[in-house]
């Protein structure tokens, strides 16, 4: 779940399988002259749509944050109410309609507590300077496969060097996809207003070591543009379902609960273009 605080002191609820929908857009289109498409591109797709799909036990027993009264949004969710192994059982529910796309969803949780080993970030203009670049990467991110994983490499052949490193490209492209997303659920928006981003160290083509800056730029309320551009049709509209809903302080965490389901859906429209 992400909040977005809005200026009228509402809240933007966004749903992880909302949020990775909007991913998969992105993933849909990506590539052109300058940019190569995912490949195997169904599994690339399967993948990125299916991703943080481990996040709907949590969100289906929808905890509660008192404080501010909304449900637990990334970021603020206690330890102890997010269920980690949530994550294994869907990467086990992919593996079995797609292997390949389960590796790629399972080194992509894996590396997200070790800064995504250094590949692609956010970097908000304007903002705090993130953190120093660290020196992890693709044999860190394939030397922290175990058990079944392991097993998965092997079906999928990726014990040589080159096709971890066409693997690799495609681990890349789905931290892209996920910022990209992240972009309108939580990174891009201060008190409703979006605000220019980074996205570095952005692959450009599979079998190239060539990275290239994204620069997401707002150009209206429901306007995005992003240089050097990586999709396939000129203009891409993109949209996401959202809950606007009214903080329910001192009150009981049922209360709260219904104001949430009760909430107002509105979607978050975009048009996106180079």
């Known amino acids: 779940m992400f909040a977005r605080e809005l200026a009228d002191g509402t809240v933007l609820m966004i749903e992880q399988?909302?949020?990775?929908?909007?991913?998969?857009?992105?993933?849909?289109?990506?590539?052109?002259?300058?940019?190569?498409?995912?490949?195997p591109y169904r599994s690339m797709l399967f993948g990125t749509i299916y991703h943080d799909s481990g996040h709907r036990e949590m969100e289906a027993d929808l905890p509660i944050d008192v404080e501010r009264g909304v449900p637990y949004a990334i970021g603020r969710t206690p330890p102890g109410v997010r269920k980690n192994e949530a994550d294994i059982v869907n990467a086990h529910w992919i593996r079995g309609r797609d292997p390949y796309a389960s590796?790629?969803?399972?080194?992509?949780?894996?590396?997200?507590?070790?800064?995504?080993?250094?590949?692609?970030?956010?970097?908000?203009?304007?903002?705090p300077d993130p953190e120093p670049w660290g020196n992890l990467g693709m044999d860190d991110a394939f030397n922290d496969l175990s058990g079944w994983l392991l097993e998965v490499r092997d079906e999928l052949d990726l014990g040589d060097r080159g096709a971890q490193e066409a693997f690799w490209h495609n681990y890349k492209l789905l931290q892209v996809f996920d910022l990209l997303s992240l972009y309108f659920c939580r990174d891009g928006s201060e008190r409703g207003a979006q605000r220019e981003v980074v996205l570095e160290h952005v692959p450009v083509r599979a079998g190239s070591d060539e990275t290239v800056d994204l620069h997401l730029v707002p150009t209206g309320p429901n306007g995005l543009r992003i240089t050097p551009y990586p999709l396939d049709v000129p203009t891409l509209p993109v949209a996401m379902m959202t809950r606007v809903m009214s903080p329910v302080l001192d009150k009981p965490e049922a209360v709260t609960k219904e104001a949430y389901y009760q909430a107002r859906?509105?979607?978050l429209t975009c048009e996106i273009s180079g």
């Open 17 to 39: 399988e909302d949020h990775t929908d909007l991913a998969a857009q992105f993933a849909a289109h990506w590539g052109n002259d300058r940019f190569s498409r995912p490949e």
């Open 103 to 127: 590796l790629v969803v399972s080194m992509h949780h894996a590396g997200l507590r070790k800064r995504r080993y250094d590949t692609v970030r956010g970097k908000t203009i304007g903002g």
């Open 265 to 267: 859906r509105q979607p």
